[in-house]
T-cell receptor
Framework: DAGVTQSPTHLIKTRGQQVTLRCSPK?????VSWYQQALGQGPQFIFQ???????QRGNFPDRFSGHQFPNYSSELNVNALLLGDSALYLC?????????FGQGTRLTVV | RKEVEQDPGPFNVPEGATVAFNCTYS??????FFWYRQDCRKEPKLLMS???SGNEDGRFTAQLNRASQYISLLIRDSKLSDSATYLC??????????FGAGTILRVKS
Protein backbone atom coordinates (compact mmCIF):
# COMPACT_ATOMS: atom_id res chain seq x y z
CA ASP A 1 0.00 0.00 0.00
CA ALA A 2 1.63 3.21 -1.18
CA GLY A 3 1.64 6.06 1.24
CA VAL A 4 1.40 9.68 0.22
CA THR A 5 3.54 10.45 -2.80
CA GLN A 6 4.60 13.86 -4.04
CA SER A 7 6.39 15.04 -7.15
CA PRO A 8 8.82 16.46 -7.90
CA THR A 9 11.06 16.14 -4.84
CA HIS A 10 13.13 19.21 -5.66
CA LEU A 11 12.52 22.17 -7.92
CA ILE A 12 14.31 25.41 -8.74
CA LYS A 13 12.34 28.27 -10.29
CA THR A 14 12.96 31.90 -11.13
CA ARG A 15 11.02 34.80 -9.60
CA GLY A 16 7.82 35.47 -11.52
CA GLN A 17 7.48 31.93 -12.83
CA GLN A 18 4.67 29.53 -12.09
CA VAL A 19 4.96 26.09 -10.52
CA THR A 20 2.73 23.02 -10.15
CA LEU A 21 3.27 20.44 -7.43
CA ARG A 22 1.52 17.08 -7.35
CA CYS A 23 0.29 14.74 -4.64
CA SER A 24 -1.28 11.29 -4.56
CA PRO A 25 -2.97 10.49 -1.26
CA LYS A 26 -2.75 7.34 0.79
CA UNK A 27 -5.16 4.65 -0.33
CA UNK A 28 -8.54 5.12 1.30
CA UNK A 29 -8.02 8.80 2.10
CA UNK A 30 -10.23 11.31 0.30
CA UNK A 31 -9.03 14.53 1.91
CA VAL A 32 -5.82 16.25 0.82
CA SER A 33 -4.24 19.23 2.54
CA TRP A 34 -1.23 21.30 1.54
CA TYR A 35 1.25 22.91 3.90
CA GLN A 36 4.20 25.25 3.47
CA GLN A 37 7.17 24.84 5.78
CA ALA A 38 9.79 27.56 5.80
CA LEU A 39 13.19 26.86 7.31
CA GLY A 40 13.01 26.69 11.10
CA GLN A 41 9.22 26.91 11.21
CA GLY A 42 6.40 24.49 11.64
CA PRO A 43 4.25 23.68 8.59
CA GLN A 44 1.60 26.30 7.78
CA PHE A 45 -1.78 25.28 6.38
CA ILE A 46 -2.40 26.47 2.81
CA PHE A 47 -5.69 24.78 1.90
CA GLN A 48 -7.61 21.53 1.90
CA UNK A 49 -9.50 19.66 -0.80
CA UNK A 50 -12.36 17.26 -0.34
CA UNK A 51 -14.66 15.91 -3.05
CA UNK A 52 -12.80 18.00 -5.63
CA UNK A 53 -13.57 21.27 -3.86
CA UNK A 54 -11.53 23.59 -1.69
CA UNK A 55 -13.04 23.12 1.75
CA GLN A 56 -10.76 25.26 3.91
CA ARG A 57 -8.09 27.83 3.24
CA GLY A 58 -5.31 29.27 5.34
CA ASN A 59 -3.87 32.76 5.22
CA PHE A 60 -2.23 32.52 1.79
CA PRO A 61 -2.71 34.86 -1.19
CA ASP A 62 -4.66 33.98 -4.30
CA ARG A 63 -1.39 33.21 -6.07
CA PHE A 64 -1.73 29.84 -4.35
CA SER A 65 -4.41 27.71 -5.95
CA GLY A 66 -5.16 24.05 -6.19
CA HIS A 67 -7.20 21.29 -7.63
CA GLN A 68 -8.37 17.82 -6.67
CA PHE A 69 -9.11 15.14 -9.24
CA PRO A 70 -11.76 12.38 -9.09
CA ASN A 71 -9.09 9.88 -7.99
CA TYR A 72 -8.38 12.20 -4.99
CA SER A 73 -4.94 13.23 -6.24
CA SER A 74 -4.24 16.93 -5.99
CA GLU A 75 -2.16 19.75 -7.43
CA LEU A 76 -0.85 22.92 -5.85
CA ASN A 77 -0.18 25.82 -8.21
CA VAL A 78 1.75 28.93 -7.30
CA ASN A 79 1.83 31.87 -9.71
CA ALA A 80 4.18 34.86 -9.85
CA LEU A 81 6.73 33.20 -7.59
CA LEU A 82 8.50 35.29 -4.98
CA LEU A 83 11.78 34.58 -3.23
CA GLY A 84 9.77 34.12 -0.04
CA ASP A 85 7.91 31.17 -1.57
CA SER A 86 11.06 29.09 -1.16
CA ALA A 87 10.07 26.34 1.26
CA LEU A 88 9.25 22.67 1.72
CA TYR A 89 5.73 22.03 0.44
CA LEU A 90 4.03 19.13 2.16
CA CYS A 91 0.94 17.25 1.13
CA UNK A 92 -1.04 15.39 3.75
CA UNK A 93 -3.85 12.96 3.26
CA UNK A 94 -6.14 12.28 6.14
CA UNK A 95 -8.94 10.26 7.60
CA UNK A 96 -11.05 11.34 10.58
CA UNK A 97 -8.38 10.44 13.08
CA UNK A 98 -4.95 10.76 11.50
CA UNK A 99 -2.92 12.43 8.78
CA UNK A 100 0.09 11.20 6.85
CA PHE A 101 2.54 13.30 4.92
CA GLY A 102 4.35 12.86 1.66
CA GLN A 103 8.09 13.41 1.53
CA GLY A 104 7.55 16.95 0.35
CA THR A 105 8.69 19.09 -2.56
CA ARG A 106 11.55 21.43 -1.81
CA LEU A 107 11.01 24.57 -3.89
CA THR A 108 13.81 27.09 -4.31
CA VAL A 109 13.00 30.41 -5.97
CA VAL A 110 16.02 32.32 -7.28
CA ARG B 1 -0.77 34.62 20.45
CA LYS B 2 0.20 31.64 18.33
CA GLU B 3 -2.38 28.90 17.96
CA VAL B 4 0.07 26.23 19.13
CA GLU B 5 3.08 27.20 21.21
CA GLN B 6 6.15 25.14 22.02
CA ASP B 7 9.53 25.85 23.54
CA PRO B 8 11.86 25.74 20.51
CA GLY B 9 14.78 24.41 22.55
CA PRO B 10 17.21 23.01 21.70
CA PHE B 11 17.15 20.47 24.46
CA ASN B 12 20.62 18.95 24.73
CA VAL B 13 20.53 15.77 26.82
CA PRO B 14 22.84 12.80 27.39
CA GLU B 15 21.90 9.30 26.33
CA GLY B 16 19.67 7.64 28.89
CA ALA B 17 18.16 10.89 30.14
CA THR B 18 14.46 11.58 30.54
CA VAL B 19 13.21 14.68 28.74
CA ALA B 20 9.80 16.35 28.67
CA PHE B 21 8.28 18.67 26.09
CA ASN B 22 5.25 20.85 26.64
CA CYS B 23 2.84 22.56 24.32
CA THR B 24 -0.19 24.81 24.71
CA TYR B 25 -2.98 25.45 22.23
CA SER B 26 -5.46 28.29 21.99
CA UNK B 27 -8.52 26.80 20.28
CA UNK B 28 -10.65 25.07 22.90
CA UNK B 29 -12.72 23.46 20.11
CA UNK B 30 -9.72 21.50 18.83
CA UNK B 31 -10.65 17.90 18.27
CA UNK B 32 -7.54 15.73 18.20
CA PHE B 33 -3.97 16.06 19.29
CA PHE B 34 -0.72 14.55 18.12
CA TRP B 35 3.03 14.58 18.40
CA TYR B 36 4.92 14.34 15.13
CA ARG B 37 8.63 13.80 14.71
CA GLN B 38 10.56 15.52 11.93
CA ASP B 39 14.11 14.68 10.96
CA CYS B 40 16.25 17.24 9.17
CA ARG B 41 14.87 18.04 5.70
CA LYS B 42 12.34 15.21 5.90
CA GLU B 43 8.56 15.14 6.19
CA PRO B 44 6.84 15.03 9.61
CA LYS B 45 5.98 11.52 10.77
CA LEU B 46 3.29 10.66 13.28
CA LEU B 47 4.85 9.72 16.60
CA MET B 48 1.70 9.26 18.62
CA SER B 49 -1.80 10.51 19.22
CA UNK B 50 -2.53 12.19 22.54
CA UNK B 51 -5.51 11.41 24.74
CA UNK B 52 -6.84 12.83 27.99
CA SER B 53 -6.35 9.47 29.64
CA GLY B 54 -2.70 9.53 28.64
CA ASN B 55 -1.07 7.02 26.39
CA GLU B 56 2.23 5.27 26.29
CA ASP B 57 4.21 3.73 23.47
CA GLY B 58 7.42 2.16 24.69
CA ARG B 59 9.67 4.93 25.98
CA PHE B 60 7.21 7.65 24.95
CA THR B 61 4.31 8.92 27.05
CA ALA B 62 1.89 11.62 25.94
CA GLN B 63 -0.72 13.44 27.99
CA LEU B 64 -3.49 15.91 27.24
CA ASN B 65 -5.09 18.33 29.69
CA ARG B 66 -8.12 19.81 27.96
CA ALA B 67 -8.98 22.15 30.82
CA SER B 68 -5.55 23.77 30.67
CA GLN B 69 -5.21 23.30 26.89
CA TYR B 70 -1.86 21.70 27.49
CA ILE B 71 -0.14 18.74 25.84
CA SER B 72 3.01 16.96 26.96
CA LEU B 73 5.46 14.38 25.68
CA LEU B 74 7.86 12.46 27.91
CA ILE B 75 10.76 10.50 26.47
CA ARG B 76 12.52 8.08 28.81
CA ASP B 77 15.96 6.51 28.33
CA SER B 78 16.82 8.83 25.43
CA LYS B 79 18.65 7.31 22.46
CA LEU B 80 20.90 9.04 19.94
CA SER B 81 18.28 8.18 17.33
CA ASP B 82 15.70 10.28 19.20
CA SER B 83 17.49 13.44 18.02
CA ALA B 84 14.95 15.29 15.89
CA THR B 85 12.41 18.10 15.96
CA TYR B 86 9.20 17.25 17.79
CA LEU B 87 6.09 18.98 16.52
CA CYS B 88 3.01 19.48 18.65
CA UNK B 89 -0.04 19.28 16.39
CA UNK B 90 -3.70 20.04 16.90
CA UNK B 91 -6.42 18.86 14.54
CA UNK B 92 -9.28 21.31 14.11
CA UNK B 93 -12.59 21.09 12.33
CA UNK B 94 -12.37 19.42 8.95
CA UNK B 95 -9.06 17.66 9.65
CA UNK B 96 -7.07 20.88 9.45
CA UNK B 97 -3.75 20.44 11.26
CA UNK B 98 -2.21 23.34 13.17
CA PHE B 99 1.45 22.91 14.02
CA GLY B 100 3.68 24.35 16.64
CA ALA B 101 7.08 25.55 15.47
CA GLY B 102 8.72 22.44 16.92
CA THR B 103 11.10 21.59 19.73
CA ILE B 104 14.62 20.51 18.83
CA LEU B 105 16.02 17.55 20.75
CA ARG B 106 19.71 16.64 20.59
CA VAL B 107 20.77 13.48 22.38
CA LYS B 108 24.52 13.21 22.90
CA SER B 109 26.70 10.24 23.83
Amino acid sequence: DAGVTQSPTHLIKTRGQQVTLRCSPKSGHDTVSWYQQALGQGPQFIFQYYEEEERQRGNFPDRFSGHQFPNYSSELNVNALLLGDSALYLCASSSQTEAFFGQGTRLTVV
Amino acid sequence: RKEVEQDPGPFNVPEGATVAFNCTYSNSASQSFFWYRQDCRKEPKLLMSVYSSGNEDGRFTAQLNRASQYISLLIRDSKLSDSATYLCVVMEYGNKLVFGAGTILRVKS
